[in-house]
């Protein structure tokens, strides 16, 4: 089997777009109590990134052998910590979006994308658990946003402590417009 140490294409392009759909609704998300005009575009993207979410894992399973090696030692604290986050990340991306739509369907409406299509209901109308999934759904983003500052902290401490510049192995851009990354061996 022979390893790379860049992942692939669409591996890069679906972790690109659906950080910033991700950063874009939390901020959405943090100024619905100001601005509730926004509350239709919160959840068209809430929706969209149900989908990529999905279309992520299904792509990485399909992609899962030329994926690059860790660069943290396989049975470090480290290695640990950076399974532990992705899983954590990825569970969330799909809980967030859930919650909204149990939310969105117990507040007695449809989940809508861009005035696309809707997606079922899955629950009664019901203020209690309108209520209940509203607040899951603030909470697990809370715990999202600081999962992403770890995220970026553990990339930033790879490059300025260990000299590990881990950003070109998941940038979408061709080499000749990335720097070399380094490697251990």
């Not at 309108?130 to 607040?135: D, I, P, V, Y």
């Amino acid at each position: 089997m022979r390893h790379t140490f860049r992942y692939p294409l669409s591996i890069s392009l679906l972790h690109w777009l659906l950080a910033v759909a991700l950063i874009g609704n939390l901020i959405i998300g943090w100024l619905l109590d100001d601005h509730e005009e926004l509350i239709a575009l919160h959840k068209s993207i809430g929706v969209t990134i149900l989908g990529l979410a999905l279309l992520r894992i299904a792509n990485r399973l399909r992609m899962r052998r030329r994926l690059p090696p860790s660069i943290n030692v396989a049975g470090s604290p480290s290695y640990f910590a950076e399974k532990a986050v992705h899983s954590l990340l990825l569970v969330l991306m799909l809980a967030i979006p859930i919650l909204g739509w149990l939310k969105t369907n117990a507040a007695g409406h449809v989940a809508n994308c861009f005035g696309v299509f809707s997606l079922p209901t899955l629950v009664h109308k019901s203020h209690e658990l309108s209520s209940l999934f509203g607040e899951l759904h603030a909470l697990t983003a809370y715990g999202l946003a600081l999962l992403m500052g770890v995220h970026v902290l553990a990339a930033l401490v790879h490059w300025l402590m260990n000299s590990e510049n881990v950003l070109p192995r998941i940038s979408p851009l061709p080499s000749r417009l990335r720097p070399k990354v380094s490697t251990r061996t």
